[in-house]
């Protein structure tokens, strides 16, 4: 059984973006996660405030499975939506645990964390789908809208090996 899976594994859905947002990115977040968790997918973050707490509360309305990837040394630290915190003591490294565990990331507006993250990727050949994002290579795949961006992970996803 080594290296197969014994079960369906559902698709990882990294969600990334800043913590002190507009309103507006907030609820594309909100929405990106609830279609995540419609779709069946498992939505990862940083676990905090701003996009990670939005797109977590979607997902977690929906009853879907949210995680969140904690920079500090307790699990309360986590926004009430994540249903499993994993706490890093890491601080902004643990960006690295956010990408290399998601199968696609959604970037949703963002500052230099969100840069880091989206540099990673972009360097493990993840992919990336951007909204109102940092607009750093032509690899990233734009989408104006929550629901276009989950359709784009989904297909991108699914169409790798």
Not at 13 to 25: D, K
Not at 68 to 92: C, D, Q, R
Not at 126 to 144: F, H, L, Q, R
């Amino acid at each position: 059984m080594h290296g197969k899976h014994v079960f369906k594994r559902e698709l990882i859905v990294g969600v990334i973006g800043g913590s002190e947002v507009q309103e507006r990115e907030c609820q594309i977040a909100e929405e990106v996660g609830r279609e995540v968790a419609k779709r069946g997918g498992i939505l990862i973050c940083g676990g905090e405030t701003g996009i990670m707490e939005a797109a977590s509360r979607g997902a977690a309305l929906e009853g879907g499975i949210t995680v969140g990837i904690l920079p500090g040394f307790s699990k309360y630290e986590a926004n009430p939506y994540i249903w499993i915190p994993i706490v890093t003591g890491m601080s902004h490294a643990r960006n690295i645990i956010i990408v290399r565990s998601s199968d696609v990331i959604i970037a949703i507006d963002g500052g230099y964390g969100t840069l880091s993250e989206i540099a990673f990727a972009l360097k493990l050949r993840i992919p990336v789908i951007g909204i109102n994002t940092w607009e750093v290579s032509a690899d990233i795949k734009k989408a104006k809208t929550a629901k276009e961006a989950v359709d784009l992970a989904f297909a991108i996803a699914h169409s790798k090996p």
